[in-house]
C-alpha cells in the first residue's frame, strides 16, 4: 500500500495566491463585460530590457552552433555569472566572497525549500508574522511543527522583537513582504549577535533590495560584522530584472557558517547544500544565466534601474493617494509593497471582495500573510502606471462616497 507523507495533509487547503486567482477568475466569468485590475500578485508588467534579450538571443544562437553549443550546465552555476555577483553586489558594498559560495538557481522559492531539507526537522523556526506563506509552507510539509511567531505590528513598525526564547531558524525578509518594512544596520546587527549567542542560522530573503532608497540601509546581510558565521542569503532576478517568467537566482552560503550533528560535531553547511543541488537540481539554463549576466553591464544596470524607477513611482503613487483618502499606509518606500490598514468594522477577505466586486481591483488580504496580518492589505506596484492610476481612481470613488 502506497502511503502519503502525512506532514503534507497539514498544509492548509488553499494556498495564498490560488485563493485569490480562483475569486478573480470567478468574478470575470460572472461579469465578462468588467476589466478587473490587478495589485495583488506581485508579478511584473515591464519586458524584459534589450540588453537582456540580445543577451538570450546571442546565447540561443550559441546553442545553435556545435562549435559553442553547451549540454548539461554547471550545478554550482557558470563562472561568468558569479564573478559579475560577486563584484557588483558584494565587492562594491565592501563585501567579500568566494566564487565556491555563490549557487546559482532557478528561483528563491526553490532556494528555500532545498536548503531546509538540510535541516534537522527538531529545529525550533521562528518566523516573521506577517510572512511570505511560502516560508511557513515549507516547514509544515518538513514535519516541522516547533514555529514560533514574530509578531510585527503598527506599534514595533512591523519590525519584530528578538524572540524570548530559542530558536534554530530565523527568517527574515528585508524589505519585506508584504508590509514594505525594511531592517536597520542597527536592527541587523542585533539578529546576528542573536544568532552567534544561540548557533542559530538566519535565512535572509533580500530579493527586494533593489528597492533600497535610504543609504543606511543594508542591502545584503554580511554588510553586518560576523554574518557570515551565521547567515544564508536570497537573492532573485525576479524584481532585479523582470525575470518572473526567465527564473534564475542566486543562493549565498558561506563556508564559515557550521552546523552541529547531534553530538556537538560541526558540519559544513556549504558541503551539505553543494551535495543537495548535486542529487536534486540539474543547472540554471546558459540561456538564462548569460541574460542574468548582461544585468551587470554598465547598460544592464542603467536599464533595470528605469524599470525598478518605474514602480517606485507607482508605489509612491499609490502611497499618496490612499493617505489622501485617509487610510493609514504602510510601505511604498524602500519596496514595491504598500501595506494598507483596513477599515476596522471589515476583515481582510471582506475588503478583498469589496474592492473586487465593487471597483474591480484585486489585491492581497492581509489574513494570508498569517493571523498579525489581519486589518491589513497587500498592494503592489507592478502593474502599469495607467492600470495602476485607473486602480486608485476606482478605488477612491468607492471611499469618496
Not at 503534507?8 to 487547503?13: D, E, S, T
Not at 526564547?165 to 542573536?194: A, M
Request: with cysteine; proline share 3%; aromatic share 12%.
Amino acid at each position: 500500500m502506497a502511503s502519503v507523507n502525512e506532514d503534507f495533509l497539514n498544509l492548509k487547503n488553499d494556498y495564498l495566491f490560488s485563493a485569490i486567482t480562483e475569486r478573480k477568475n470567478e468574478f470575470e466569468k460572472n461579469n465578462p463585460d468588467k476589466k478587473v485590475i490587478s495589485l495583488g500578485i506581485g508579478d511584473v508588467s515591464l519586458p524584459l530590457t534589450k540588453v537582456v534579450i540580445d543577451a538570450m538571443h546571442k546565447a540561443t544562437d550559441e546553442m545553435a552552433k556545435k562549435e559553442t553549443f553547451r549540454g548539461y550546465g554547471v550545478v554550482q552555476g557558470y563562472e561568468f555569472l558569479i564573478d559579475k555577483i560577486l563584484e557588483v553586489e558584494y565587492q562594491k558594498r565592501g563585501v567579500f566572497l568566494e566564487k565556491d559560495e555563490i549557487f546559482i538557481a532557478s528561483g528563491s522559492k526553490g532556494d528555500l525549500a532545498g536548503i531546509a531539507e538540510i535541516f534537522s526537522k527538531d529545529n525550533r523556526v521562528a518566523l516573521m508574522n506577517p510572512v511570505y506563506p511560502a516560508y511557513r509552507d515549507v516547514n509544515v510539509m518538513l514535519g516541522r511543527d516547533d514555529i514560533v511567531y514574530l509578531n510585527g505590528t503598527e506599534e514595533n513598525g512591523f519590525v519584530p522583537e528578538i524572540p524570548s526564547k530559542h530558536v534554530d531558524i530565523i527568517y527574515l525578509c528585508s524589505p519585506n513582504n508584504p508590509t514594505g518594512t525594511v531592517f536597520t544596520r542597527k536592527q541587523l546587527e542585533l539578529w546576528v549577535k542573536y544568532a552567534k549567542e544561540n548557533n542559530a542560522v538566519i535565512f535572509f530573503d533580500s530579493v527586494y533590495e533593489i528597492f533600497i532608497e535610504n543609504e543606511n540601509i543594508p542591502h545584503s546581510i554580511y554588510e553586518i560584522e560576523g554574518a557570515k558565521e551565521v547567515a544564508v542569503e536570497f537573492r532573485s532576478f525576479s524584481k532585479l530584472a523582470g525575470f518572473t517568467g526567465v527564473r534564475c537566482s542566486f543562493v549565498v552560503v558561506p563556508k564559515e557558517l557550521k552546523l552541529y550533528t547531534e553530538f556537538g560535531e560541526k558540519v559544513d553547511l556549504n558541503s551539505l547544500f553543494r551535495r543537495r543541488q548535486s542529487v536534486k537540481f540539474g543547472a540554471a539554463p546558459y540561456i538564462t544565466q548569460r541574460a542574468a549576466e548582461a544585468v551587470y553591464s554598465d547598460e544592464g544596470q542603467k536599464e533595470i534601474r528605469e524599470n525598478v524607477k518605474y514602480y517606485k513611482e507607482n508605489a509612491k503613487y499609490i502611497k499618496k493617494e490612499l493617505e489622501k483618502l485617509g487610510f493609514t499606509v504602510y510601505g511604498g518606500e524602500n519596496s514595491p509593497y504598500i501595506w494598507l490598514k483596513i477599515p476596522k468594522n471589515m476583515s481582510s477577505w471582506e475588503f478583498f471582495d469589496k474592492l473586487l466586486n465593487e471597483a474591480g481591483v484585486v489585491g492581497t488580504p492581509g489574513i494570508g500573510f498569517g493571523d498579525a496580518g489581519e486589518g491589513f492589505f497587500r498592494l503592489t506596484a507592478f502593474s502599469s502606471k495607467e492600470e495602476t492610476k485607473e486602480a486608485i481612481n476606482r478605488i477612491s470613488n468607492i471611499f469618496k462616497r
